[in-house]
């Protein structure tokens, strides 16, 4: 009777531990393969670890985003993951998680404010500083740049550009011509590009914020006939890009691991409601052909 008493604690405890949490994950964006592969990550762990995921699209929205966190509060989760769409908007959702006593974890991109448990990301200034370092050797310490910069607001396009910039003021013969937005986006990525060649016709490289907007300046450049004129670095190392890297077209992309993000935040929401958490960064490494 004592042994049977024992293995239905142990059963209740396990369900309570594992099959009984419920974690919220709100992604910035499901029309990017990124974070694609970043809300795959967090689903495969979650079913590995026989939790609950609720995983809500903000669409590059951040009134969405805020509307989606408060649905996920009602729904009492007991972890909030978020991948913010603009690191001071979402500062309001994370104030609201904190007043309901529900842990923040942010992935990706940071939060300007509120109590955030664990941040996951790469090290996006030591990634824009890759960048330029190889645009820079590659240009011989010569040249004119093109950057186009993400989603205004986002701590990953501050940070990557923040890096790409402290590396190329090394170099006095760079000159960065023109920084415009294209919001981590293909299609205004190729736009964008075919207004500044326009503007910019003698550019020698591109750095772009991420792989979505370098793809859509390649598809610009290879139209005007350049693509052996121009440099062109991403950063992301989708499989759309690495492909292209692999054909000598997109001359690099600074590889991220979006799928081991969103193993790594479920598993550490999972890990602290039974123990204690830790920050680390996920490490960068720079692919060429």
Do not use: C, W
């Not at 405890?13 to 099959?19: E, I, L």
């Not at 913010?84 to 404010?113: H, L, W, Y």
């Not at 090394?170 to 986006?185: H, L, S």
């Not at 499989?239 to 992309?253: F, H, I, N, Q």
Request: no cysteine.
């Amino acid at each position: 009777m004592r042994k049977v008493l024992v293995f239905v604690l142990l059963v209740l405890f396990v369900s309570t531990f594992s099959f009984g949490v419920k974690i919220g994950l709100s992604v910035s964006t499901l029309n990017n393969p990124f974070f694609v592969d970043l809300a795959n990550g967090a689903e495969d762990k979650a079913n590995e670890l026989g939790v609950e995921l609720l995983v809500v699209d903000a669409r590059d929205d951040p009134a969405k985003q805020l509307n989606d966190i408060e649905d996920l509060i009602l729904q009492r989760v007991d972890m909030i993951l978020v991948n913010p769409t603009d690191s001071d908007a979402i500062v309001a959702a994370v104030e609201e998680a904190n007043d309901a006593k529900i842990p923040v974890i942010t992935v990706d991109r940071s939060a300007n404010g509120g109590k955030v448990l664990l941040h996951i990301a790469s090290d996006n200034v030591a990634g824009g500083m890759m960048a330029g370092s190889f645009i820079a050797e590659q240009l011989g310490g010569k040249g004119k740049v093109i950057e186009l910069v993400g989603v205004p607001g986002t701590s990953s396009a501050r940070e990557r550009g923040q890096g790409f910039n402290e590396e190329i003021s090394k170099y006095p013969g760079i000159e960065v011509v023109a920084r415009q937005t294209a919001n981590y986006n293909r299609a205004e990525g190729l736009t964008v590009m075919e207004n500044l060649l326009q503007a910019y016709p003698d550019v020698d490289a591109v750095f772009a914020h991420n792989d979505e907007m370098a793809l859509g300046a390649l598809e610009a450049i290879k139209s005007a006939g350049k693509l052996q004129d121009i440099i062109i670095v991403g950063f992301d190392a989708t499989p759309d890009a690495l492909a292209s890297v692999e054909k000598g077209e997109l001359s690099a992309t600074i590889a991220q691991q979006p799928y081991r993000m969103g193993e790594l935040a479920v598993e550490k929401a999972y890990e602290y409601l039974t123990t204690e958490t830790i920050y680390f960064p996920v490490p960068l490494q720079l692919v060429t052909k």
